[in-house]
């Protein structure tokens, strides 16, 4: 009973309930054998099995996408030490939390003890508070643990990444995904309450994400339909999240690779599956018809002539469209292109010849070939010996066109394929003339 001044609460009377935990963090690997998709760095000679082996963790920086275990992992090399796990957002985290972080495992190390600093999203530091870790890091003070989605090249200092070995997660695939959702109905001592189609779109709908798909198979574990759902229940009952894309970051890139890659393989039906996943992921229509345009003149080149004018009426219909109609007119284009004859001889020519003018300097055209409007210039001989190419009569001269000091180059080298055929045809003809015409 309570007094007028008693000030105990009745939450103090009874036993704190702990907060409800997600489904994701209940099942959160106890050990590195529970650990799914990563065989390739825990299992036989994998990097991280030699190293709890041993008992010695090395400074490493974990690359991959979100929900694959970069925070699980670092959380279970701890266990296999006697290091202090400490862990810090680069997220949350400024100079003044470093310094902390850094002082307290000084004081630690004098104590005997070292820490393993894991810092998620590491990429977010900017470069000089990346520095800040390499005196630590070179000293022993602490095992650094990164984690970041971003590629380490670009977003990581040099000097930092060359001290920690760069170990690359995979995204869980759906062998891994399968068997986290066994475990969340082993735990829950009940099936998932879906159909076996719309079992696997929830696979799909992860994106390689265990967290994220731990997160929807919580929601329908939840849900208050009796039976089954299939695929329609599931996505009214779960908003699909957008595809892993950012316009600015390695995913743009690795995207439009393949986009290009798959049209200079010349597999339509590929092209057309990265072009859906970067328009589903926001990329602008704008990006990709230059894109495609660049395919153009790069890969297919005068082996169909036509390609590039398609490729810019296409991007003209997208201007005068916009999205989605527009689009089409970009699909069109990008199916015309990888189904078009390749060539990239007018590329490699264009390159090669770029380099001989480098090479060569000022050299002056051959003489013969030069206008001479006045008569200074036709005393010292411009013009003189100049053939007129439509007086022979084959329309070809023969003429050397290069410069006196340079021997004739050969850079342009057309293909035996689509209209490039007949432009091979046509060089070989000259060819046997001008050589003709030097005996």
């Given at each position: ?8 609460t ?5 036993e ?21 998709g ?68 000084k ?118 339909k009796?039976?089954?759902?299939d ?73 169909d ?11 003209d219909?997208?201007e ?10 970009l ?17 490699t ?16 055209p051959?003489?013969?070939i ?67 015409k030097?005996?």
């Amino acid at each position: 009973m309570h007094t007028l001044f008693d000030t105990t609460t009745e939450s103090e009377n009874v036993e704190e309930q702990e907060a409800p935990r997600p489904l994701a963090d209940i099942l959160r690997p106890a050990a590195l054998d529970d650990v799914v998709g990563q065989d390739h760095i825990l299992q036989g000679d994998g990097a991280l099995k030699r190293m709890t082996d041993q008992g010695r963790i090395s400074s490493l920086i974990f690359w991959g996408p979100p929900g694959c275990g970069k925070t699980t992992l670092a959380r279970l090399l701890a266990q296999h030490t006697d290091l202090h796990f400490e862990a810090i957002s680069a997220v949350f985290s400024g100079v003044a939390d470093l310094r902390k972080v850094f002082e307290s495992a000084k004081h630690r190390r004098r104590m005997g003890r070292g820490t393993l600093l894991f810092v998620d999203e590491i990429h977010r530091f900017n470069r000089a508070q990346q520095d800040a870790f390499l005196p630590y890091v070179e000293d022993g003070t602490v095992t650094l643990v990164g984690a970041t989605t971003e590629n380490p090249s670009f977003e990581l200092n040099a000097a930092l990444l060359s001290r920690c070995q760069l170990l690359v997660l995979n995204r869980l695939d759906e062998t891994a995904l399968e068997t986290l959702l066994q475990r969340a109905e082993k735990h829950l001592n009940r099936p998932l309450p879906l159909t076996p189609d719309a079992r696997m779109a929830i696979v799909r709908m992860a994106d390689g994400d265990g967290r994220y798909m731990l997160g929807l198979a919580e929601q329908v574990f939840q849900s208050q339909k009796k039976g089954a759902l299939d695929t329609a229940d599931l996505i009214k009952l779960v908003q699909k999240r957008a595809p892993l894309y950012d316009k600015t970051q390695e995913s743009h890139y690795n995207l439009i690779s393949a986009l290009h890659k798959s049209v200079r393989g010349s597999d339509a039906d590929a092209a057309l599956y990265w072009f859906a996943r970067m328009l589903d992921g926001g990329e602008d229509p704008r990006f990709i018809a230059r894109r495609i345009t660049r395919m153009a003149v790069e890969d297919i080149g005068l082996a169909d002539p036509q390609a590039l004018q398609l490729c810019i009426a296409a991007w003209d219909t997208y201007e005068r469209l916009g999205s989605p109609e527009g689009e089409l007119a970009l699909a069109e284009a990008l199916v015309y292109m990888a189904t078009a004859p390749k060539s990239n001889a007018v590329y490699t020519a264009y390159k090669a010849a770029r380099n001989a003018a480098k090479e060569t300097g000022s050299l002056m055209p051959p003489k013969h070939i030069l206008n001479a409007p006045t008569k200074m210039m036709k005393d010292i001989g411009y013009g003189a010996g100049y053939a007129y190419d439509h007086d022979t009569e084959e329309g070809f001269s023969g003429q050397n066109y290069f410069p006196d000091e340079m021997p004739r180059e050969s850079f342009y080298r057309p293909v035996e394929r689509g209209f490039e055929r007949e432009v091979k045809k046509r060089m070989d003809y000259w060819h046997k003339l001008r050589e003709e015409k030097k005996a």
